[in-house]
């Protein structure tokens, strides 16, 4: 049973710059959340996908947006990037139904980015 | 005010000490509530889920307290491998699942 995968493992950028990040949820799984996560810090919510579209969305700016495949993968796109951008991204795949949450998101292992 | 606050420590607890966690939240109307482990440079995974009964899974237990908006862990009989950030996360009532995590507590369980 594959798990949460993400790509790429470790990423550098220089400010200005825009980037791609990828996850496919865990097999059965139809929702896919983005976080957050700098040093030190808890993971910040930055959105989620179901039904390819965005349900919801954390305090992030517009530089941050996302997308759901029709095979439930997603990808996260960070415009004109910041030094401030530095963190752990982490994709969580759960399996949500409309109205009816499901409570346990899995974690994949993360990119993580530095902006130079 | 956070919504949720946990106090990131480090926790420093010889082998087989009993340790306790809290973690307190400010929207009452929140509905769920976990515990995630996170080891160094790696991602959370889930520890246990936190029942308005409380619950117990082995050598750890979780409680709840609506009335005071808190919920605790207690790792009984400490082992190395405890060693890890332990993540507090809130969801609240009518959400998807827009989760709040806390900035974690660090627990060194030392020889």
């Known amino acids: 049973d594959a798990g949460v995968t993400q790509s790429p493992t470790h990423l550098i950028k220089t400010r200005g710059q825009q980037v791609t990040l990828r996850c496919s949820p865990k097999s059965g799984h139809d929702t896919v959340s983005w976080y957050q996560q700098a040093l030190g810090q808890g993971p910040q919510f930055i959105f989620q996908?179901?039904?390819?579209?965005?349900?919801q969305r954390g305090n992030f700016p517009d530089r941050f947006s996302g997308h759901q495949f029709p095979n439930y993968s997603s990808e996260l796109n960070v415009n004109a990037l910041l030094l401030g951008d530095s963190a752990l991204y982490l994709c969580a795949s759960s399996l949500g139904g409309k109205g009816l949450p499901r409570e346990t998101q899995y974690f994949g292992p993360g990119t993580r980015l530095l902006v130079l | 005010r956070k919504e949720v606050e946990q106090d990131p420590g480090p926790f420093n607890v010889p082998e087989g000490a009993t340790v306790a966690f809290n973690c307190t939240y400010s929207?009452?109307?929140?509905?769920?509530f976990f515990w995630y482990r996170q080891d160094c440079r790696k991602e959370p995974k889930l520890l246990m889920s936190v029942y308005s009964s409380g619950n117990e899974d082995g050598r750890f237990t979780a409680q709840l307290n609506r009335a005071s908006q808190y919920i605790s862990l207690l790792i009984r009989d400490s082992k190395l491998s405890d060693s890890a950030t332990y993540l507090c996360?809130?969801?609240?009532?009518?959400?998807?699942?827009?989760?709040?995590f806390g900035i974690g507590t660090k627990l060194q369980v030392i020889p």
């Open positions: 929207n009452s109307a929140s509905q769920s």
């Open positions: 996908y179901y039904e390819e579209e965005e349900r």
């Open positions: 996360v809130v969801r609240p009532s009518g959400g998807y699942q827009k989760v709040t």
